[in-house]
């Protein structure tokens, strides 16, 4: 297949070596998005061959982030594991051709020449003395069971040369790169031949990988040569940096992706946010659609300089995604937040349902995550309120306070239909009559009726809650104040 003028098939190829962190899945975004824009293919190919480092549970977390993120795969996934015996068979033929050698040098022998090139100041490599032994010396140690790896056999000069579709010609001198191990000696291939073989036999047209992997493209560039394989196009994305130009760490935020779901970060806002994460359409606009993203999408658009994770962008962002959201989504996003809070129950009624509904619409406006719901909302819920103290202090000492909530629940009582023209009317009623300002009701209803001295506003507040729980929160306010409870509610 000819990669100039065959279908795109590109791929993502996590290892299963913990939770996926953001670097990841901006790496999976991207390819994926590439795939899209293209008409092409994208494969999920699990690469764990690296036993040691497998956690198990981490494949789950890989595939239920993609699919939170609406990144479908068209193939796979495929597992490396499942395809040893491919590797070996690569592996052998490289060695027939001259191309790679059996090494048969035991792992104490290399820690050995390690310390002695570290103490003579020199680069650490392997010294090739497998490259060069007899082929009476290869016959003896195979017949004595030797256990051996399968090493390439990299140019000893000369420069090897690729182009990167984002940074351009890059350039290596092969006298730099030491003869990488292949395959070890369990039969488990390393990254770059597994890497490259898979690529080849699952028909890759572009390679998009992090930044980090180009110092390992020139023995990738070496193997497609000694093998006769077509190369892919090589893309290497820019690394992500936190805004004080540094690693990105927990102190930027959150690295493991799945955190930032728990946290209540929309998918739409996370999806918007990772492609401008390093990629431009060059217009001035941070807020794309799935569709708009695709349309636009480009290798062209990469930075080749890293990308600045801005967590407080990412907040905003997420906050705009959620105002746009149908209330009736929305509620339906924040339930399982209410619902681990024991705010709602775990099959609510529709009668449940269509409260909070309404009540996550007087909030949705502060809302910046998911999870905010239930500090912002859970007053509305709670059969008993906690007071703030500074509210209680500050307005349910007032000498007209007892009295007017005397009158408010009086006047509330018999107030039909109990909506909000008519709730507003009654409170700024009791307001003139007791010669005081609209604030000054206002305030200490809101205290009463919420606990709180901050929220959406009042009369919209009453008319959610209902006649029955603000009579109720009344009254347990004004008893409050009668039997001398204040200090108490102030903590």
């Given at each position: 297949?000819?990669?100039?003028?065959?279908?795109?098939?590109?791929?993502?190829?996590p290892?299963?070596?913990?939770?996926?962190?953001?670097?990841?899945?901006r790496?999976?975004?991207?390819?994926?998005?590439?795939?899209?824009r293209?008409?092409?293919?994208?494969?999920?190919?699990?690469?764990?061959?690296d036993?040691?480092?497998?956690?198990?549970?981490?494949?789950?977390?890989?595939?239920?982030?993609?699919?939170w993120?609406?990144?479908?795969?068209?193939?796979?996934?495929?597992?490396?594991?499942?395809?040893?015996?491919?590797?070996?068979?690569?592996?052998?033929?490289?060695?027939?051709?001259?191309?790679?050698?059996?090494?048969?040098?035991?792992?104490?022998?290399?820690?050995?020449?390690?310390r002695?090139?570290?103490?003579?100041?020199?680069?650490t490599?392997?010294?090739?003395?497998?490259?060069?032994?007899?082929?009476?010396?290869?016959?003896?140690?195979?017949?004595?069971?030797?256990?051996?790896?399968?090493?390439?056999?990299?140019?000893l000069?000369?420069?090897?040369?690729?182009?990167?579709?984002?940074?351009?010609?890059?350039?290596?001198?092969?006298?730099?790169?030491?003869?990488f191990?292949?395959l070890?000696?369990?039969?488990?291939?390393?990254?770059?031949?597994?890497?490259?073989?898979?690529?080849?036999?699952?028909?890759?047209?572009?390679?998009?990988?992090?930044?980090?992997?180009i110092?390992?493209?020139?023995r990738?560039?070496?193997?497609y040569?000694?093998?006769?394989?077509e190369?892919?196009?090589?893309?290497?994305?820019?690394?992500?940096?936190?805004?004080?130009?540094?690693?990105?760490?927990?102190?930027?935020?959150?690295?493991?992706?799945?955190?930032y779901?728990?946290?209540?970060?929309?998918?739409e806002?996370?999806?918007?946010?990772?492609?401008?994460l390093g990629?431009?359409?060059?217009?001035?606009?941070?807020?794309?659609?799935?569709?708009?993203?695709?349309?636009?999408f480009?290798?062209?658009?990469?930075?080749?300089h890293?990308?600045?994770?801005?967590g407080?962008?990412?907040?905003?962002m997420?906050?705009?995604?959620?105002?746009r959201?149908?209330?009736?989504?929305l509620?339906?996003?924040?339930?399982?937040?209410?619902?681990?809070?024991?705010?709602?129950?775990?099959?609510?009624?529709?009668?449940?349902?269509?409260?909070?509904?309404?009540?996550?619409?007087?909030?949705?406006?502060?809302?910046?995550?998911?999870?905010?719901?239930v500090?912002l909302?859970?007053?509305?819920?709670?059969?008993?309120?906690?007071?703030e103290?500074?509210g209680?202090?500050?307005?349910?000492t007032?000498?007209?306070?007892?009295?007017?909530?005397?009158?408010?629940?009086?006047?509330?009582?018999?107030?039909?239909?109990?909506?909000?023209?008519?709730?507003?009317?009654?409170?700024?009623?009791?307001?003139?009559?007791?010669?005081?300002?609209?604030?000054?009701?206002?305030h200490?209803?809101?205290?009463?009726?919420s606990?709180?001295?901050?929220?959406p506003?009042?009369?919209?507040?009453?008319?959610?809650?209902?006649?029955?729980r603000?009579?109720?929160?009344?009254?347990?306010?004004?008893e409050?104040i009668?039997?001398?409870?204040?200090?108490?509610?102030?903590g």
């Amino acid at each position: 297949m000819s990669h100039t003028q065959g279908q795109v098939r590109v791929r993502f190829a996590p290892s299963p070596t913990g939770s996926p962190h953001i670097g990841n899945i901006r790496t999976a975004l991207f390819t994926w998005l590439f795939a899209r824009r293209h008409g092409g293919v994208f494969i999920l190919r699990i690469e764990d061959t690296d036993r040691a480092r497998y956690v198990e549970g981490s494949v789950q977390e890989i595939m239920d982030s993609l699919r939170w993120l609406g990144l479908d795969w068209d193939e796979g996934p495929y597992f490396q594991s499942e395809r040893l015996p491919l590797y070996r068979e690569v592996a052998e033929k490289l060695v027939a051709s001259g191309h790679a050698y059996r090494c048969y040098c035991t792992p104490e022998r290399l820690e050995e020449l390690r310390r002695q090139q570290e103490a003579a100041k020199q680069p650490t490599g392997y010294d090739r003395k497998c490259r060069y032994l007899s082929d009476e010396e290869r016959a003896r140690l195979d017949a004595e069971g030797t256990p051996y790896v399968i090493r390439f056999a990299m140019p000893l000069e000369g420069v090897t040369v690729f182009q990167d579709a984002i940074r351009g010609e890059l350039r290596f001198e092969n006298a730099l790169l030491d003869d990488f191990v292949m395959l070890k000696s369990d039969g488990f291939p390393t990254y770059h031949l597994a890497s490259v073989t898979d690529d080849h036999y699952m028909g890759i047209t572009h390679v998009i990988r992090g930044e980090e992997w180009i110092s390992s493209t020139p023995r990738h560039v070496q193997m497609y040569q000694a093998l006769g394989w077509e190369m892919p196009v090589f893309a290497h994305l820019p690394m992500i940096l936190g805004t004080d130009r540094k690693k990105l760490s927990k102190r930027h935020g959150s690295v493991q992706f799945v955190e930032y779901i728990q946290q209540g970060y929309l998918p739409e806002a996370m999806f918007n946010f990772l492609a401008l994460l390093g990629w431009s359409a060059d217009e001035d606009r941070e807020l794309y659609t799935r569709e708009e993203l695709i349309e636009r999408f480009d290798l062209s658009g990469v930075l080749d300089h890293p990308a600045i994770f801005d967590g407080q962008k990412l907040l905003w962002m997420n906050g705009v995604y959620i105002r746009r959201k149908p209330i009736e989504e929305l509620t339906r996003s924040c339930l399982p937040y209410l619902q681990e809070a024991g705010l709602m129950p775990s099959e609510p009624s529709p009668e449940q349902i269509h409260y909070a509904e309404r009540v996550i619409a007087l909030e949705a406006e502060r809302m910046k995550l998911l999870s905010e719901v239930v500090p912002l909302t859970e007053y509305f819920f709670r059969e008993t309120l906690e007071y703030e103290p500074k509210g209680v202090r500050k307005w349910f000492t007032q000498p007209y306070v007892p009295q007017m909530l005397e009158m408010l629940i009086a006047r509330y009582e018999t107030l039909e239909p109990f909506d909000l023209q008519n709730i507003e009317a009654t409170t700024r009623a009791v307001a003139e009559e007791l010669g005081v300002s609209a604030a000054q009701v206002i305030h200490p209803t809101r205290v009463a009726v919420s606990g709180r001295t901050v929220g959406p506003g009042l009369f919209e507040m009453i008319e959610v809650m209902g006649k029955e729980r603000v009579l109720k929160r009344l009254r347990a306010a004004l008893e409050m104040i009668r039997s001398g409870q204040l200090a108490m509610a102030e903590g």
